[in-house]
């Protein structure tokens, strides 16, 4: 079915059919109605691949994030392909592994001529590298990596999200609360940011921040959680309560109190970071900050359409950094069933 057969059903002209089609606000409701019972009489679908390519643009456009095993990525990138729909646009995946020579495939024309414009998630590219691209589809960053350059930034406050976390914790008395996360001293990374928000409402509430309770990390996943509350509790410390880097360490944390016998939270009580599904059915639900995954996508998806929809090189366009809010969300691990 095209527009004309859409047109000779509807009784108006292909191009009332198109201004329909595309959301034309200066339709009266009475041919909007028309237009529509025939698209749906005849089971017309627009063909999107034609419209974008009209425009000169592909419909594609492209997310690279660290780690699609990951279920804060998986999940996160779902919401991103829920967004773009919404904008016409079909979204390709790119799996970097955190690692700076696929970062920089995918951000220096890897996929030229191929995407309209690139989500990105980096964890080790350097500014200079960015500097330096030559790539003309425009670029989104998510995720806590700040670089001086043009390009819109978008990310919620870890650091005062830490703080809500790590309040929540005095709140309910506890006083030696562990960090579990620790990963290198690079200033930008989340890691080193919410270790940031961990110590300054220690410090905002006269605790002392006992850096004996920082424990450093691998990665990022259960096992990582498991092996560094072990390498604590082996070493002596005793914390009444646990804020983790993500859930997944939060998670692997708990597994491995359960094994020494101590009980989530009358023992030690946990927060995580991420308000991942997985926290929520777990014989002891948990304790999280949720970002806005929602907000994230969106606000991503609508900053790289509007970039598109401009024509403008990066350059050319006043950089934004874009703060999604977040939530914490109580549960089982700090508060009991």
């Known amino acids: 079915m095209s527009l004309k057969d859409v047109a000779e059903r509807a009784g108006v002209s292909i191009k009332t059919v198109s201004n329909v089609v595309n959301n034309y606000p200066h339709i009266t409701p009475t041919t909007r109605a028309k237009v529509q019972r025939a698209i749906d009489d005849l089971g017309y679908r627009p063909n ?57 495939l995918v951000t220096q024309g890897f996929r030229a001529r191929v995407i309209d414009g690139l ?111 072990a390498a604590l509790l082996d070493a ?28 989530v939270p009358e023992d030690i009580a946990v927060v995580g970071f991420d308000d991942l599904t997985e926290g929520r059915y777990g014989a002891v639900t948990l304790t999280t900050v949720s970002p806005d995954k929602r907000a994230i996508a969106r606000l991503a998806v609508e900053s790289l359409v509007s970039a598109i929809a401009g024509g403008r090189r990066d350059e050319e366009r006043t950089p934004r950094e874009l703060q999604p809010g977040f939530a914490l969300v109580e549960r089982e691990s700090t508060l009991g069933a």
């Not at 991103?80 to 729909?85: C, E, G, N, R, T």
């Not at 006269?206 to 990022?220: F, I, K, M, Q, R």
């Open 48 to 104: 999107l691949t034609a419209r974008h390519l009209r425009k000169g643009r592909t419909g594609i456009l492209a997310l690279a994030v660290p780690e699609l095993g990951n279920p804060y990525f998986a999940e996160l990138a779902g919401d991103v392909i829920d967004a773009a729909a919404e904008h016409d646009y079909t979204v390709l995946l790119d799996h970097t592994q955190g690692r700076r020579e696929r970062e920089l």
């Open 119 to 229: 989500i990105l998630n980096p964890l080790e590219l350097e500014p200079e590298d960015l500097a330096v691209r030559t790539d003309d589809a425009p670029l989104v960053l998510i995720g806590e990596r700040r670089y001086d350059l043009p390009y819109d930034h978008i990310a919620i406050d870890n650091i005062a999200a830490a703080r809500a976390a790590v309040r929540h914790l005095l709140d309910l008395g506890r006083r030696r609360i562990a960090f579990l996360g620790a990963r290198g001293d690079r200033p930008s990374q989340p890691a080193h940011l919410r270790l940031l928000g961990w110590q300054a409402e220690l410090a905002a509430s006269g605790v002392p921040a006992d850096e004996s309770l920082v424990a450093p990390v691998e990665g990022w996943d259960r096992a990582d959680g498991a092996a560094a509350m």
């Open 236 to 263: 002596g410390a005793r914390p009444d309560a646990v804020f983790a880097y993500n859930d997944l360490i939060a998670i692997g944390a708990m597994r491995a109190m359960s094994e020494r016998g101590l009980r």
